[in-house]
């Protein structure tokens, strides 16, 4: 089966800096994977997913994520970070030697300060 | 298209008491499924359906019900609430040929009490 680390339960970072938020995955097929995002009292929209074409995905509001099939790794990055950022960021894997079930990670929690 | 919808938005249920989560789709996906999120734990799958007529369990089924008699509906069912699930349920959907794009309903928060 699959698993998902999320490494960093919370993660702050200031206004325009950098954010790195984790994800490290097992899985023993290629897998699909996917950052999705949680603002307060909402539901889960998809930032970008990973679905074996090119390494590096570009997703909405400036987010990217690069994976590293040799470091089983799906590192969610921005290169500056805005107010609007702030929200629960979760990694999900999902393969078909599983039925495409999806696994989430616990998610991490993101702050942004002014 | 509406996408996934869910019905309460919020609930609240005395312990003993039974409910039914309602969850529909207009995309004719075959694959639908019930997450629960709670703090710290991420999602986790309940239950989930490939077609009409077929469900099978996921990683934390107990306590929980579903059937799935049309397409479009996949209603989540609480015989006996007991305050651990106390949580917020999300219904997805998907195309079997499309397992890469699954769609999240806007959850129902359930407080039991």
């Known amino acids: 089966a699959q698993s998902v680390t999320q490494l960093g339960s919370h993660v702050s970072v200031s206004e325009g800096a950098l954010v790195l938020l984790r994800c490290n995955y097992s899985?023993?097929?290629?897998?699909?994977l996917f950052w999705y995002v949680q603002y307060p009292n909402q539901g889960l929209q998809l930032l970008l997913k990973y679905t074996s074409a090119a390494t590096l995905v570009k997703g909405i509001n400036g987010f990217e994520a690069e994976f590293k099939k040799s470091e089983t790794s799906f590192h969610l990055t921005k290169p500056s970070a805005h107010m609007s950022d702030a929200a629960e960021y979760f990694c999900?894997?999902?393969?078909?030697?599983?039925?495409?079930?999806?696994?989430f990670g616990t998610g991490t929690s993101l702050t942004v300060i002014p | 298209n509406a996408g996934v919808t869910q019905t309460p938005k919020f609930q609240v249920l005395k312990t003993g008491q039974s409910m039914t989560l309602q969850c529909a789709q207009d995309?004719?996906?075959?694959?639908m499924s019930w997450y629960r999120q709670d703090p710290g734990m991420g999602l986790r799958l309940i239950h989930y359906s490939v077609g009409a007529g077929i469900t099978d369990q996921g990683e934390v089924p107990n306590g929980y019900n579903v059937s799935r008699s049309t397409t479009e509906d996949f209603p989540l069912r609480l015989l006996s609430a007991a305050p651990s699930q106390t949580s917020v349920y999300f219904c997805?959907?998907?195309?079997?040929?499309?397992?890469?794009?699954?769609?999240f309903g806007p959850g129902t928060r359930l407080t039991v009490t």
């Open positions: 997805a959907s998907r195309e079997d040929s499309r397992p890469y794009e699954q769609y």
């Open positions: 899985s023993s097929v290629p897998p699909y």
């Open positions: 999900a894997v999902s393969a078909p030697n599983t039925g495409n079930q999806f696994y």
């Open positions: 995309m004719n996906h075959e694959y």
